[in-house]
């Protein structure tokens, strides 16, 4: 070996520096090696809540939680449910018992966290469910205190100096003076940051900003453009990792273990191919590093490879002239407005989950053209919410009819013609869907009945948050993709976090984490931060793991 560490962790997303500052604080030694040029990750990109069931900040709320809870919900999702060996019941139990363990340490590492107000479970209809949300987020954070590091965190998209659940409340800026009010409140956040030589940031920049502080501060040591070609394995175990520095081979030793949290594959097309059909890296928000390098090797050394065909999906439009697609979950749930397949034909519930989203879109297409769908809305809803993120009533850029990318047409019929959808069939459509507005009740698919799509509707819109009329003209029309913020397969491990081979036996010294693991949560997504939440957890779990704590508290 060039050098050896206690414990080597491969990627700087979600639960790496977890870990690292769990086993610093036992004493040991931990290299993170990031093969890109920032730190941070997809979970930096990204809106950066975790979920966690039973946490101290529902405790202090009084809001109704617990363990058995908690897992009636899980337990009822995945009975229903291809089998997910990633999503085993004892897996899921120790992620419920572990995530406040996590939490707690992180509090006590110095990261400060609150919970959302209101984020409703995704299926909340479920037994075991919360409707008040079980997610919690990180404090904004001030990026100049990182100094010399600023630079190397991975940024996001999210430029307003909001908390996340501030953000949500935005887009109704034109209907509701509460969403006015948390403007004003922005505004001046922004202004008093610029007298105070302040740069906040939120989402998931705050969270990893704030754990990269404590990474820094506690002595992990952080490197970036070393990326790991091999894992070096000794009579079954494996001992370290092979990777590269200033672009030569360099041999790292871990004395304890390796952890691989090295994203999935969002970024590599032949993989998307062969296990996620019809989708595209080009609709990703997955980190660039995100090319499935960890599974080819875990394939390689005979890991246990499962929910492959699994992705954390999210609904997007391609407007031109952006950098990456635009997320719409948020917009397609408002009223005033539907999908449709390319016959014409509504399929599915537009509010839920942005993952079953996604899997109703590419079932849809097994069958009927599908990818991409057409989303339809009337002026009204132009005038009243965002798209793509445009502000409501906004201009939209000319280049977006031009290209043909947005269609307009005065008629219903004729913005068929001009998506290529049969006239008859999409006023048909329209028309029964506009029938369900008015009496505030969609007998198809129930959208709006769930508190979770009320929540991402328009609570000034009465009687139903997300049901509204089309038939103000002229009425315009987008593709719509099943996009995604990461795939959700991986290597099956144990509930120490450990990578298990086909047999079930232990691969030993190797453990993995965030998307290079099949998810715990299996082919499903109970809430918000369900990627992150687990990531950070099962961190969390190998770290102790490899430190020999076990169960005791860190």
């Known amino acids: 070996m060039d050098e050896t560490y206690d414990f080597v962790v491969v990627g700087s997303g979600g639960g790496s520096m977890c870990a690292g500052l769990v086993l610093r604080k036992a004493g040991k030694s931990v290299l993170i090696l990031e093969k890109t040029d920032l730190l941070g990750g997809s979970t930096a990109k990204a809106g950066g809540v975790m979920w966690i069931p039973n946490n101290r900040f529902m405790k202090q709320q009084g809001i109704d939680d617990s363990f058995d809870k908690a897992a009636t919900y899980l337990q009822t999702l995945t009975d229903r449910s291809d089998p997910a060996p990633g999503a085993s019941r004892e897996r899921q139990h120790a992620y419920l018992r572990e995530a406040p363990e996590m939490l707690e340490f992180l509090i006590g590492q110095g990261i400060k966290f609150k919970r959302n107000p209101y984020w409703p479970d995704y299926n909340d209809e479920l037994p075991g469910s919360s409707e008040p949300g079980r997610t919690v987020s990180a404090d904004l954070f001030d990026i100049n205190e990182l100094g010399e590091w600023k630079d190397k965190l991975r940024p ?71 990326p790991v070609k091999e894992l070096i394995l000794e009579e079954g175990r494996v001992i370290g990792v092979l990777s590269e520095r200033d672009g030569k081979p360099w041999r790292v030793g871990a004395r304890l273990g390796v952890l691989l949290n090295a994203g999935g594959f969002a970024h590599n097309q032949a993989m998307r191919d062969q296990y996620i059909p019809h989708t595209r890296v080009e609709w990703t928000h997955a980190a660039p590093g995100d090319t499935g390098d960890m599974h080819q090797e875990l394939m390689r050394i005979g890991a246990w490879m499962a929910q492959m065909d699994e992705f954390v999906g999210n609904q997007m439009t391609l407007p031109p002239g952006c950098i990456e697609a635009a997320g719409v979950q948020p917009q397609i749930t408002k009223p005033h407005s539907i999908l449709v397949d390319q016959t014409g034909v509504r399929y599915m519930n537009e509010g839920g989950s942005y993952m079953s989203f996604c899997q109703g879109q590419l079932k849809r297409h097994e069958t009927v053209p599908a990818v991409p769908s057409w989303w339809i809305m009337d002026d009204t809803f132009m005038r009243t919410y965002m798209i793509a993120e445009t502000m409501p009533g906004s201009k939209k850029p000319q280049e977006w009819f031009d290209s043909g990318y947005m269609k307009r047409a005065d008629t219903i019929e004729g913005l068929a013609e001009l998506c290529g959808i049969p006239p008859a069939a999409l006023k048909a459509t329209v028309e029964r869907f506009n029938g369900f507005a008015r009496k505030g009740r969609d007998d198809d698919f129930a959208r709006g009945a769930r508190a979770y799509d009320n929540f991402l509707g328009d609570y000034t819109h009465k009687p139903n948050a997300t049901l509204g009329v089309i038939e103000k003209g002229p009425f315009y029309a987008v593709q719509v993709v099943p996009g995604d913020v990461g795939t959700y397969g991986g290597a099956v491990c144990d509930a120490w976090a450990r990578v298990l081979r086909e047999d079930g036996s232990v691969i030993d010294g190797l453990y993995a984490t965030g998307t290079t693991s099949a998810a715990v949560m299996g082919r499903n997504y109970p809430g918000a931060g369900c990627s992150i939440g687990p990531s950070f957890t099962w961190g969390f779990v190998a770290a102790k793991h490899a430190a020999g704590l076990g169960n005791q508290a860190v």
């Open 156 to 226: 996001n998209k999210f430029t307003l100096p909001a908390p996340i659940a501030d953000a949500l409340e935005l887009p109704l800026i034109k209907v509701s003076w509460k969403s006015k009010l948390t403007a004003a409140k922005v505004v001046w956040r922004g202004l008093v940051a610029k007298l105070t030589g302040k740069h906040w940031v939120t989402a998931g920049a705050a969270l990893q900003g704030r754990m990269l502080q404590q990474a820094i501060n506690k002595g992990i040591e952080l490197r970036t453009h070393a």
